[in-house]
């Protein structure tokens, strides 16, 4: 990750990469989106963003995965800016033209947030670099309207997210020792829920406060996990080859296809991460630790 890629921008923001430690499908609305229960918490790797003022709007892109999105006319980053500029402009509060680099670090449509922690990241930012600020109402309704899973980013913290994403709960985690692996396989997210055996599954049996997290994680489940392993049978593949380097906890998060691993320290998590790859070069494959919770508060 090139050091200096971000150097000379007037606002800097992290955009974390967004974990799904269980997740529970527990019915579906009528509108057809689905209702969900799910723990999650925010990696300390992630992507990362540099705003400043500008003649015009630039939106630039690095990275190891940045071809994508160099290719496409759209995505969340842009839909975040134009947004919250209308947003201001119904107010009265100008939104001046910007650059916005984005250093893409995260797999594109992994199952990890990664377009959703950098919308949450633009709306930080700009509100940070135009000096404004929006009535939380409208603030959140505008993170919910970007997709689902933007105003979890925005929180940035351990929580249990409900509804279709929008009902959060802060959560006493501790930062956790975690491996990220990837087999660089997409996954359709649409065909996952399609492929889903049930749509009323129970609740995520979650622990208030327990005495081993890296146990009660290892307990509970990811009700996608089994459809896009069909989808995917690169899932399990990953998933065998983090279990045996000795992880306490091994899960897909998401949709898919990133798998996590949790280890009992930061040493085991950079060695496992180092033996998978040498045998698999062409995954993507990071030792990171969770934010915990306060990491992520002001």
């Known amino acids: 990750m ?47 963003l540099g705003l400043s003022p500008a003649g015009e709007d630039r939106f630039t892109v690095s990275g190891r995965f940045s071809g994508v999105l160099a290719a496409e006319g759209d995505n969340l980053v842009i839909r975040a800016r134009d947004r919250l500029r209308a947003a201001l402009a119904r107010r009265g509060h100008a939104g001046p033209p910007v650059h916005i680099h984005l250093e893409k670090n995260l797999p594109v449509a992994s199952g990890i947030g990664g377009g959703s922690a950098d919308a949450a990241a633009t709306l930080r930012g700009l509100l940070t670099l135009w000096q404004a600020r929006l009535p939380q109402d409208e603030y959140d309704a505008l993170a919910l309207g970007l997709g689902a899973d933007v105003p979890m980013c925005l929180a940035g913290r351990p929580l249990v ?27 359709s997210t649409p065909a996952v829920f399609t492929a889903l ?15 081993d997290w890296l146990s009660a994680i290892g307990r509970l489940r990811n009700d ?34 990133t798998c996590f691993a949790l280890y009992a320290s930061p040493a085991a998590a950079e060695d496992a991460a180092t033996a998978l790859s040498q045998r698999h070069p062409h995954w993507f494959v990071a030792a990171t630790t969770t934010l915990g919770a306060t990491d992520g508060d002001d």
């Open 224 to 257: 996608l996990e089994p459809p896009a392993r069909l989808l995917c049978p690169d899932i399990a593949r990953i998933s065998e080859a983090l279990a045996a380097t000795g992880a306490r906890a091994v899960r897909m998060s998401g949709s898919g296809a």
């Open 161 to 187: 997210a409900r509804g279709v994403g929008e009902d959060i709960a802060p959560v006493s985690m501790p930062a956790l020792a975690m491996v990220l692996a990837n087999p660089l396989a997409g996954v």
């Open 2 to 48: 090139p050091a200096d890629s971000l150097s000379g921008f007037a606002v800097l923001e992290e955009a974390p990469a967004k974990i799904n430690l269980a997740l529970a499908v527990v019915g579906r609305r009528e509108d057809g989106y689905h209702l969900l229960e799910s723990l999650v918490t925010f990696t300390a790797f992630g992507d990362r």
């Open 197 to 211: 055996a049930c749509r009323q599954n129970p609740p995520l049996a979650l622990e208030t406060a327990p005495s």
